[in-house]
């Protein structure tokens, strides 16, 4: 267990929808990453945010966003879904931004 | 920025024979690197650093400066070392990844 939760590990939606993604950061740890893992793409790095604060944005789409709140913990809004959408989307945390990384077990999104 | 490149999508070895996978970056300042592991898409877990110069599970990596390399070594593979391999590169308040490698070892 890295100690970093993700809720909820599994999830159907339908094209158009809009879901939250929710992680827990390991208490103390102040970075939390977002990634998108899909079968042909490997592990895109979307968003980090540090106490609070956007860090370092990746490949986001317009349609995604994700925020940390003053307890640390961040969410992921996915927005408009479409097929493709589909992917594995991980969290991580760390203590600050340039050390390793505690990755959560992940949500599997099924967009159908 | 820093970039990680991993140029070996799948790499298939027998039980017994050495594994390299190779992992190169680019970045202007000093480089933390990493070596992840995911079994069966499951959570990324920290395999390797390159401080610690450590083993683990008969792995290990050196980090050259001069070839901006960080290659991950096992002598003897084994079947459970089949997984996808991560290598990642810390710096500017950021991890970056390389795409991976798949490695599949043969009985």
């Known amino acids: 267990d890295s100690g970093v939760t993700q809720t909820p590990k599994h999830l159907i939606t339908a094209t158009g929808q809009r879901v939250t993604l929710r992680c827990s950061p390991r208490s103390g740890d102040l970075s939390v990453y977002w990634y998108q893992q899909s079968l042909d793409q490997g592990l895109q790095f979307l968003i980090q945010y540090y106490n609070g604060e956007e860090r370092a944005k990746g490949n986001i789409l317009e349609r995604f966003s994700a925020q940390q709140f003053p307890d640390l913990h961040s969410e992921l809004n996915l927005s408009s879904l479409e097929l493709g959408d589909s992917a594995l989307y991980f969290c991580?945390?760390?203590?600050?931004?340039?050390?390793?990384?505690?990755f959560g077990q992940g949500t599997r999104l099924t967009v159908v | 920025a820093q970039r990680v490149t991993q140029p070996e999508k799948l790499l298939s070895v027998f039980k017994g024979a050495p594994v390299e996978l190779k992992c190169n970056y680019s970045y202007s300042g000093s480089p933390e690197l990493f070596w992840y592991v995911q079994y069966s898409r499951q959570r990324l877990q920290l395999l390797l650093r390159?401080?610690s110069r450590e083993s683990i599970k008969g792995f290990t990596a050196d980090l050259n400066k001069g070839e901006t390399s960080f290659h991950l070594k096992k002598p003897f593979a084994q079947e459970e070392d089949s997984a996808m391999y991560y290598c990642?590169?810390?710096?500017?308040?950021?991890?970056?990844f390389g795409k991976g490698n798949q490695v599949v070892v043969i009985p």
């Open positions: 390159h401080i």
């Open positions: 991580a945390s760390s203590p600050g931004g340039s050390t390793e990384a505690f």
């Open positions: 990642a590169l810390s710096g500017n308040n950021r991890l970056a």
